[in-house]
T-cell receptor, first 114, second 116 residues
Protein backbone atom coordinates (compact mmCIF):
# COMPACT_ATOMS: atom_id res chain seq x y z
CA UNK A 1 0.00 0.00 0.00
CA UNK A 2 1.37 3.40 -0.96
CA UNK A 3 1.88 5.84 1.92
CA UNK A 4 -0.28 8.52 0.31
CA UNK A 5 -2.97 7.89 -2.28
CA UNK A 6 -4.42 10.70 -4.38
CA UNK A 7 -6.63 10.37 -7.42
CA UNK A 8 -4.74 12.12 -10.24
CA UNK A 9 -7.96 13.03 -12.07
CA UNK A 10 -8.23 14.97 -14.26
CA UNK A 11 -11.17 16.76 -12.68
CA UNK A 12 -13.17 19.26 -14.73
CA UNK A 13 -15.88 21.44 -13.18
CA UNK A 14 -17.90 24.50 -14.22
CA UNK A 15 -17.14 27.88 -12.70
CA UNK A 16 -18.88 28.34 -9.36
CA UNK A 17 -18.91 24.63 -8.49
CA UNK A 18 -17.77 23.25 -5.16
CA UNK A 19 -14.67 21.14 -5.62
CA UNK A 20 -13.64 18.32 -3.33
CA UNK A 21 -10.10 16.95 -3.47
CA UNK A 22 -9.03 14.04 -1.31
CA UNK A 23 -6.10 11.98 -0.13
CA UNK A 24 -5.83 8.87 1.97
CA UNK A 25 -2.77 7.75 3.83
CA UNK A 26 -1.50 4.73 5.71
CA UNK A 27 1.14 6.13 8.10
CA UNK A 28 -0.52 6.90 11.43
CA UNK A 29 2.54 8.95 12.46
CA UNK A 30 1.58 11.76 10.09
CA UNK A 31 0.53 14.82 12.08
CA UNK A 32 0.84 17.70 9.64
CA UNK A 33 -1.18 17.83 6.48
CA UNK A 34 -0.60 20.26 3.68
CA UNK A 35 -2.09 21.19 0.37
CA UNK A 36 0.12 22.61 -2.35
CA UNK A 37 -1.09 24.20 -5.57
CA UNK A 38 1.00 23.93 -8.72
CA UNK A 39 0.17 26.00 -11.76
CA UNK A 40 1.40 24.87 -15.15
CA UNK A 41 5.12 25.57 -15.63
CA UNK A 42 5.49 26.65 -12.01
CA UNK A 43 6.68 25.04 -8.80
CA UNK A 44 4.28 24.01 -6.04
CA UNK A 45 3.23 26.66 -3.53
CA UNK A 46 1.83 25.99 -0.07
CA UNK A 47 -1.90 26.66 0.03
CA UNK A 48 -2.89 25.45 3.49
CA UNK A 49 -1.64 23.31 6.31
CA UNK A 50 -3.48 21.62 9.16
CA UNK A 51 -2.25 20.00 12.32
CA UNK A 52 -3.90 16.78 13.50
CA UNK A 53 -7.64 16.42 13.01
CA UNK A 54 -10.12 19.16 12.34
CA UNK A 55 -11.00 21.86 9.86
CA UNK A 56 -9.24 24.97 8.71
CA UNK A 57 -10.78 27.64 6.55
CA UNK A 58 -9.09 30.31 4.46
CA UNK A 59 -11.39 32.28 2.20
CA UNK A 60 -12.90 29.92 -0.35
CA UNK A 61 -10.68 27.04 0.77
CA UNK A 62 -11.37 24.58 3.59
CA UNK A 63 -9.01 21.80 4.63
CA UNK A 64 -10.33 18.85 6.62
CA UNK A 65 -8.42 16.10 8.36
CA UNK A 66 -9.96 12.91 9.73
CA UNK A 67 -7.13 11.02 11.39
CA UNK A 68 -9.39 8.16 12.47
CA UNK A 69 -10.11 7.44 8.81
CA UNK A 70 -6.67 8.57 7.58
CA UNK A 71 -8.41 10.83 5.11
CA UNK A 72 -7.87 14.48 4.23
CA UNK A 73 -9.86 16.79 1.99
CA UNK A 74 -9.60 20.19 0.40
CA UNK A 75 -12.82 21.97 -0.52
CA UNK A 76 -12.92 24.90 -2.89
CA UNK A 77 -16.12 26.95 -2.86
CA UNK A 78 -17.25 29.12 -5.76
CA UNK A 79 -14.45 27.75 -7.91
CA UNK A 80 -12.86 30.12 -10.42
CA UNK A 81 -10.93 29.51 -13.65
CA UNK A 82 -7.87 30.83 -11.81
CA UNK A 83 -8.13 27.79 -9.51
CA UNK A 84 -7.20 25.55 -12.45
CA UNK A 85 -4.00 23.85 -11.34
CA UNK A 86 -2.63 20.61 -9.93
CA UNK A 87 -3.32 20.18 -6.23
CA UNK A 88 -0.88 18.09 -4.24
CA UNK A 89 -1.45 16.81 -0.75
CA UNK A 90 1.60 16.41 1.47
CA UNK A 91 2.10 15.03 4.94
CA UNK A 92 4.74 15.01 7.61
CA UNK A 93 5.37 13.16 10.83
CA UNK A 94 7.63 16.03 11.86
CA UNK A 95 9.43 14.02 14.49
CA UNK A 96 12.93 14.67 15.76
CA UNK A 97 15.12 16.43 13.21
CA UNK A 98 13.20 15.29 10.16
CA UNK A 99 10.51 17.91 10.16
CA UNK A 100 11.36 18.80 6.57
CA UNK A 101 10.37 15.38 5.21
CA UNK A 102 7.18 15.64 3.26
CA UNK A 103 5.41 12.70 1.67
CA UNK A 104 3.43 13.84 -1.34
CA UNK A 105 0.47 12.47 -3.23
CA UNK A 106 0.59 12.30 -7.02
CA UNK A 107 -1.50 15.45 -7.39
CA UNK A 108 -4.97 16.04 -8.87
CA UNK A 109 -5.26 18.12 -12.04
CA UNK A 110 -8.24 20.47 -11.73
CA UNK A 111 -9.73 22.50 -14.55
CA UNK A 112 -12.45 25.07 -13.82
CA UNK A 113 -14.31 25.97 -16.99
CA UNK A 114 -15.75 29.49 -17.42
CA UNK B 1 14.93 38.65 -8.33
CA UNK B 2 12.85 37.25 -5.56
CA UNK B 3 12.00 33.76 -4.36
CA UNK B 4 13.66 30.69 -5.79
CA UNK B 5 15.03 30.72 -9.32
CA UNK B 6 16.21 27.82 -11.43
CA UNK B 7 18.21 27.68 -14.64
CA UNK B 8 17.92 26.45 -17.24
CA UNK B 9 14.16 26.06 -17.45
CA UNK B 10 14.46 23.41 -20.15
CA UNK B 11 17.33 21.05 -20.92
CA UNK B 12 17.73 18.34 -23.51
CA UNK B 13 20.78 16.14 -23.20
CA UNK B 14 22.17 12.92 -24.54
CA UNK B 15 23.07 10.03 -22.29
CA UNK B 16 26.78 10.78 -22.57
CA UNK B 17 26.53 14.49 -21.86
CA UNK B 18 27.46 16.30 -18.66
CA UNK B 19 25.29 19.20 -17.61
CA UNK B 20 24.42 21.12 -14.46
CA UNK B 21 21.22 22.54 -13.03
CA UNK B 22 21.40 25.69 -10.96
CA UNK B 23 19.17 26.92 -8.16
CA UNK B 24 19.37 30.23 -6.33
CA UNK B 25 17.23 31.40 -3.45
CA UNK B 26 16.80 35.02 -2.42
CA UNK B 27 14.85 34.33 0.77
CA UNK B 28 17.65 34.13 3.32
CA UNK B 29 16.94 30.46 3.96
CA UNK B 30 19.52 27.95 5.14
CA UNK B 31 18.02 24.70 3.86
CA UNK B 32 17.82 23.73 0.21
CA UNK B 33 16.33 20.70 -1.49
CA UNK B 34 16.28 18.88 -4.81
CA UNK B 35 13.12 17.04 -5.82
CA UNK B 36 12.26 14.97 -8.87
CA UNK B 37 8.73 15.23 -10.29
CA UNK B 38 7.78 12.60 -12.86
CA UNK B 39 4.45 12.28 -14.61
CA UNK B 40 1.90 10.28 -12.62
CA UNK B 41 4.28 9.99 -9.64
CA UNK B 42 4.55 11.85 -6.35
CA UNK B 43 7.35 14.33 -5.77
CA UNK B 44 10.49 12.47 -4.75
CA UNK B 45 12.96 14.09 -2.38
CA UNK B 46 16.49 13.61 -3.67
CA UNK B 47 18.86 15.70 -1.55
CA UNK B 48 18.71 18.07 1.41
CA UNK B 49 21.32 20.60 2.47
CA UNK B 50 21.29 22.43 5.79
CA UNK B 51 23.78 25.27 6.18
CA UNK B 52 25.70 23.92 3.15
CA UNK B 53 26.00 20.43 4.63
CA UNK B 54 24.25 17.51 2.98
CA UNK B 55 21.84 15.97 5.47
CA UNK B 56 19.83 13.72 3.19
CA UNK B 57 20.60 11.56 0.19
CA UNK B 58 17.50 9.59 -0.62
CA UNK B 59 19.29 6.68 -2.32
CA UNK B 60 19.89 8.74 -5.43
CA UNK B 61 22.07 7.17 -8.16
CA UNK B 62 25.60 8.56 -8.35
CA UNK B 63 24.96 9.96 -11.84
CA UNK B 64 23.29 12.81 -9.93
CA UNK B 65 25.82 14.83 -7.95
CA UNK B 66 24.68 17.79 -5.82
CA UNK B 67 26.81 20.74 -4.79
CA UNK B 68 25.98 23.48 -2.32
CA UNK B 69 28.73 26.13 -2.24
CA UNK B 70 26.75 28.44 0.06
CA UNK B 71 23.30 28.73 1.58
CA UNK B 72 21.93 30.59 -1.44
CA UNK B 73 23.08 28.35 -4.27
CA UNK B 74 22.50 24.72 -5.09
CA UNK B 75 23.64 22.76 -8.13
CA UNK B 76 22.78 19.36 -9.50
CA UNK B 77 25.49 17.94 -11.73
CA UNK B 78 24.29 15.38 -14.25
CA UNK B 79 26.32 12.79 -16.12
CA UNK B 80 25.60 9.57 -17.96
CA UNK B 81 21.87 9.93 -17.43
CA UNK B 82 19.23 7.49 -18.61
CA UNK B 83 16.02 8.26 -20.51
CA UNK B 84 14.02 7.39 -17.36
CA UNK B 85 15.71 10.34 -15.64
CA UNK B 86 13.62 12.67 -17.81
CA UNK B 87 11.47 14.66 -15.39
CA UNK B 88 10.90 18.06 -13.83
CA UNK B 89 13.62 18.80 -11.29
CA UNK B 90 12.47 21.16 -8.58
CA UNK B 91 14.57 23.08 -6.13
CA UNK B 92 13.13 24.30 -2.83
CA UNK B 93 14.37 26.21 0.18
CA UNK B 94 13.21 26.71 3.74
CA UNK B 95 14.28 28.23 7.00
CA UNK B 96 15.07 25.16 9.09
CA UNK B 97 13.86 24.83 12.63
CA UNK B 98 13.61 22.01 15.09
CA UNK B 99 10.17 23.17 16.09
CA UNK B 100 6.82 22.40 14.62
CA UNK B 101 5.05 22.71 12.23
CA UNK B 102 7.25 21.52 9.37
CA UNK B 103 9.25 24.20 7.64
CA UNK B 104 7.40 25.77 4.76
CA UNK B 105 9.26 24.91 1.59
CA UNK B 106 9.34 27.43 -1.23
CA UNK B 107 9.76 25.91 -4.65
CA UNK B 108 11.37 27.20 -7.81
CA UNK B 109 9.72 26.76 -11.22
CA UNK B 110 11.78 23.69 -12.04
CA UNK B 111 13.99 22.53 -14.88
CA UNK B 112 12.28 20.30 -17.44
CA UNK B 113 14.94 17.71 -18.33
CA UNK B 114 14.72 15.42 -21.33
CA UNK B 115 17.34 12.69 -21.75
CA UNK B 116 17.58 11.28 -25.25
Amino acid sequence: QKEVEQDPGPLSVPEGAIVSLNCTYSNSAFQYFMWYRQYSRKGPELLMYTYSSGNKEDGRFTAQVDKSSKYISLFIRDSQPSDSATYLCAMSAASGGSNYKLTFGKGTLLTVNP
Amino acid sequence: ETGVTQTPRHLVMGMTNKKSLKCEQHLGHNAMYWYKQSAKKPLELMFVYNFKEQTENNSVPSRFSPECPNSSHLFLHLHTLQPEDSALYLCASSHPSSGRPPDTQYFGPGTRLTVL
